[in-house]
């Protein structure tokens, strides 16, 4: 391949690139599927779309079985960005990822799939076990995944050679088919044991990114954080070890180490009033409350059973030996004077003492002394937690053969005043599983983790990922309800009802008026409600109003709704909407009425009402409720796979918000039925009596049936005897039964308890001529009307330039001549006035650049219509008047007025002009001197 670049300069460069030699690097296999821990990294900007680009990649891989999830996670660390919220699932199989993504998806993470977000983390601790967390087989797994891994550890194993007082290698002693647990037990073989896994973990997390600001150690472990802080070379540090193990092991045997859940104090405390302070030490402080004792035997069994005694738990540590006691006294001399044959170094990475628990100095890491009283001081772990922390460490990661300190990592954290939740810790040992689990949790949390490192087998084939989804974030101002608090207008509020804002209870009369404001912004699921083309106010939406007056006026029952004219939703503006409650009769039954206008923001209020819809609500005497037998003996299931399809097909385009029909039965006249409603207007169905979208669904198994039969879209006409038992429902069983031209409901919870029921329903045929949107901005129209002037003086000079347009001329023609004479007239303030013949086409291209040329100039420039002949003398009448368009005819002289269209006025198109739907555009650019005259038709 070649790359070229041409500079502005003149400076031309060109690269050939040559193939790449094969790799001498031998393939390595793909491990049988199952077998190898996979990790699936997420990120987004936002939890947001964290979640929704975990749902997703769930979705495509469920369409896509066959894919490798090895290859979907390596495209998944090598093609996408990393942003600050994350997730990472990490399992072995399809099953098991595919389960931590959904998870993720529903926000629920846990287990192996986990979640957060990469903020200021703090710093980073890499925090090396000591004795006891060796296992036989440590890391034979993760040779076969890591080279990086195998390689370190060959090497280290390799520097024990001839350091080690055994009949095998080192790397035997772990991995070979006779390893045994009781052997690799031995200090002698523990500790370089330890020391061989750690460092090929910490080679392995180095080559991964991992790059730590601070390293401690417990025990053993502080040599192996000594050495790849770079204190000693391997060599050296493998003399280190190997002296100490062996010095260790050759301590007096018949000690015992007993971990107790006490403070330190109250341990010091004890062994003094039990007077045992010179032959029981306290060797490790391992957490607030976790105290390990060492010394002889029968001692140590009477200071732990004291605790016991008391009721604290106590655990005997299967160890050898007496460890941090007076038994390892004889060892210290000796293996002070081969701490002194090595060479030490600058660390190049700050190491926390856990035998001072501050940041060892250099000076202290090269004194022999320091590493051999190592041996017998008391390990203070608790106290290098306390220095990590206060050093700003947000990150704690235990490295070990196995898990071993990272629970008490945890407790002393918790003991910590102020601690933030924002604090991770994770245990990094050769189990490949809990390593990348381990290295996933510190990813999500802000831990730099260079994971295409770790994918370095090329998978089978190429994943192509889903793109990314975006988290869409309107610029606009979001869509919110314009009702407000109405005690603040001295109203009475509806309980935050969705529709109705507020109630008015007038100071006299019995009467009651329900105000709501209602629109396609603020209700955007009304949309979703389309009939013949028209986005209509469902039916089902009166009867909420109603059942909301009912309860406001101490009403049981709807008798009665009629929908007189449905309401056309207009697509911008709003529409308002009053349910005017009159007083009760003898029998305590009320009128209602349901009123709408268009909602004008300018202040005018003087658009007319339109009854839409009237009926009486009444105190029914009780009557008991429909309960019914669900689907009994004989129903039969309906298909509903098309069903909404039918139904739009017929006229009945309903979107999701009204798609809530979910199942349908059949028995002779009665149908039985399950609705739902969307998940997003749950919230505003339990603020209302009986959401119009759940009702709306009901009446879709009538609309189905009349379209069964071949009948046409229908809407609700009336509703009788509706009672309403159980508010805010969001899910229904319902009971139809034919009637005569209508149906009966019932509708219960899941449960067969009566919510509502409908003694009739009436439907009828849409009507389109019945269907008037109300309009927002009233319309206006030009209207001439007479001019009302003093004639001009007989004898008066016209004092004005007279250019006539003759009808019938071109139109180009036309213009180009008068642009001429008016252009000649711009200088001085003289007057020029412009004659066209009303209704020709060429006076109206001329009359348009005039009143271009009026704008400019006003008062010189005059424009004179005229439907018959127009004498000087009229036109001396025209320009007195001081009109810039004045129309001549035999009815004298008018002048354009806008006036709005009343209601009761109609207006028809022009046959001049073309057909009824033409716009005719006129206009002049006086600069170039040509016109544009076109006709758009819609």
């Known amino acids: 391949a070649a790359v070229s670049s041409f500079g502005i300069s003149g400076t031309n460069?060109?690269?050939?690139?040559?193939?790449?030699?094969?790799?001498?690097?031998?393939?390595?296999?793909?491990?049988?599927?199952?077998?190898?821990?996979?990790?699936?990294?997420?990120?987004?900007?936002?939890?947001?779309?964290?979640?929704?680009?975990?749902?997703?990649?769930?979705?495509?891989?469920?369409?896509?079985?066959?894919?490798?999830?090895?290859?979907?996670?390596?495209a998944l660390t090598a093609g996408r960005a990393v942003f600050g919220h994350r997730a990472a699932v990490v399992g072995r199989t399809r099953e098991e990822l595919l389960a931590g993504l959904e998870s993720v998806a529903t926000g629920q993470p846990s287990g192996d799939a986990v979640t957060g977000h990469a903020g200021d983390t703090g710093k980073l601790a890499l925090v090396f076990a000591g004795q006891g967390s060796q296992r036989v087989g440590m890391g034979r797994e993760l040779q076969g995944l890591s080279p990086v891994f195998a390689a370190a550890f060959d090497e280290v194993c390799a520097a024990f050679d001839g350091l080690l007082d055994a009949d095998r290698p080192l790397r035997e002693l772990i991995l070979g088919a006779e390893a045994d647990e009781e052997t690799l037990a031995q200090t002698r073989y523990a500790q370089p044991a330890v020391f061989a896994v750690e460092v090929a973990l910490f080679r392995l997390l180095e080559s991964l990114g991992v790059r730590p600001d601070f390293v401690a150690g417990h025990s053993i472990g502080e040599l192996v954080a000594a050495y790849v802080a770079g204190v000693w070379s391997l060599p050296d540090a493998a003399r280190l070890v190997a002296a100490r193990g062996r010095l260790m092991q050759a301590a007096p045997a018949g000690g015992a180490m007993v971990s107790l859940r006490v403070t330190e104090s109250e341990v010091r405390a004890s062994l003094e009033a039990l007077g045992v302070a010179d032959t029981v030490s306290v060797a490790a402080v391992n957490g607030p409350r976790q105290t390990v004792i060492s010394g002889d035997t029968e001692t140590v069994e009477r200071v732990a059973e004291q605790w016991r005694a008391q009721g604290h738990r106590t655990k005997k540590l299967l160890v050898s030996h007496a460890f941090h006691s007076a038994h390892m006294d004889g060892a210290l001399e000796e293996f002070r004077q081969v701490a002194a044959t090595v060479r030490c170094e600058q660390p190049r990475i700050p190491v926390v003492s856990a035998d001072t628990g501050q940041v060892a100095s250099s000076e202290e890491l090269a004194d022999p002394a320091y590493w051999a009283g190592h041996i017998r001081r008391t390990v203070r772990f608790a106290d290098a937690v306390h220095c990590l922390r206060n050093e700003g460490v947000g990150t704690f990661l235990e490295v070990a053969g196995h898990q071993a300190v990272v629970q008490q990592i945890e407790e002393i954290l918790e003991a910590l005043p102020a601690v933030s939740e924002d604090v991770t810790v994770a245990s990094v040992t050769p189990d490949p599983h809990g390593l990348v689990g381990a290295l996933a949790r510190s990813h999500v949390t802000g831990t730099d983790v260079d994971w295409p490192a770790w994918y370095t087998r090329t998978p089978a084939t190429t994943v192509d990922l889903p793109t990314y989804p975006f988290d869409h974030h309107p610029y606009w101002l979001a869509p919110h309800s314009p009702v407000g608090d109405a005690r603040r207008f001295g109203l009475a509020d509806t309980a935050d009802h969705p529709l109705l804002g507020a109630l008015v209870t007038p100071a006299e009369g019995e009467g009651l008026l329900l105000s709501g404001l209602l629109s396609l912004r603020t209700h955007p699921w009304l949309a979703d409600h389309v009939i013949a083309g028209t986005t209509l106010l469902p039916g089902t939406a009166f009867?909420?109003?109603?059942?909301?007056?009912?309860?406001?006026?101490?009403?049981?029952?709807?008798?009665?709704?009629?929908?007189?004219?449905?309401?056309?939703?207009?697509?911008?503006?709003?529409?308002?909407?009053?349910?005017?409650?009159?007083?009760?009769?003898?029998?305590?039954?009320?009128?209602?009425?349901?009123?709408?206008?268009?909602?004008?923001?300018?202040?005018?209020?003087?658009?007319?009402?339109?009854?839409?819809?009237?009926?009486?609500?009444?105190?029914?005497?009780?009557?008991?409720?429909?309960?019914?037998?669900?689907?009994?003996?004989?129903?039969?299931?309906?298909?509903?796979?098309?069903?909404y399809s039918r139904l739009a097909d017929d006229g009945y385009t309903y979107g999701p918000a009204f798609q809530g029909l979910r199942a349908v039965w059949s028995s002779g006249a009665e149908f039985y039925a399950e609705v739902e409603i969307a998940e997003a207007q749950r919230a505003d169905a339990a603020r209302c009596g009986l959401h119009p979208a759940l009702l709306d669904a009901v009446l879709h198994v009538l609309a189905l049936d009349g379209l069964a039969d071949g009948g046409s879209a229908q809407v609700p006409f009336s509703f009788t005897g509706v009672r309403l038992r159980a508010l805010g429902a969001t899910a229904l069983r319902a009971r139809l039964r034919r009637t005569d031209g209508g149906a009966a409901i019932t509708l219960t919870d899941s449960a067969g308890e009566v919510v509502a029921d409908v003694s009739s329903l009436a439907m009828r045929a849409i009507d389109a001529r019945g269907v008037v949107p109300l309009t927002r901005r009233p319309l206006h129209t030009v209207r001439w009307v007479p001019l009302a002037t003093e004639a001009a003086a007989d004898g008066a000079s016209l004092d004005a330039v007279v250019v006539r347009v003759p009808a019938g001329d071109a139109g180009r023609q036309a213009v180009a001549g008068v642009l001429g004479e008016v252009q000649s007239h711009l200088a001085g303030d003289g007057r020029v006035v412009v004659v066209t013949a009303s209704g020709d086409a060429a006076g109206a291209a001329v009359g348009g650049l005039v009143r271009s040329v009026q704008a400019e100039y006003p008062g010189r420039f005059f424009l004179v219509e005229a439907e018959t002949d127009c004498e000087e003398e009229v036109l001396r009448t025209a320009v007195a008047s001081g009109e810039p368009r004045v129309r001549v005819s035999d009815d004298g002289l008018s002048v354009p007025r806008l006036t709005r269209v009343t209601q009761d006025a109609t207006a028809t198109a022009d046959p001049a002009f073309g057909p009824e739907g033409t716009v005719l555009v006129t206009g002049a650019t006086g600069t170039l001197g040509r016109v544009v005259v076109r006709h758009l038709v819609e």
Do not use: M
């Open 13 to 74: 460069a060109h690269v050939i690139l040559e193939e790449a030699p094969a790799s001498a690097d031998p393939v390595r296999p793909a491990p049988s599927p199952g077998s190898e821990p996979v990790v699936w990294n997420l990120s987004a900007p936002s939890e947001k779309g964290l979640r929704k680009q975990a749902e997703k990649l769930a979705a495509f891989l469920q369409e896509a079985p066959d894919l490798d999830v090895y290859g979907v996670g390596h």
């Open 543 to 643: 009867l909420e109003f109603a059942l909301q007056a009912a309860r406001a006026a101490d009403c049981e029952e709807v008798a009665e709704l009629t929908l007189e004219r449905p309401l056309v939703l207009p697509p911008q503006g709003a529409v308002q909407i009053h349910v005017v409650v009159q007083g009760a009769d003898e029998q305590g039954h009320r009128a209602l009425a349901v009123h709408a206008r268009p909602a004008e923001r300018d202040g005018e209020h003087d658009h007319p009402w339109t009854c839409h819809a009237t009926g009486v609500i009444a105190p029914a005497a009780p009557r008991p409720p429909h309960a019914f037998e669900w689907l009994p003996a004989g129903t039969v299931p309906l298909d509903l796979a098309d069903a």
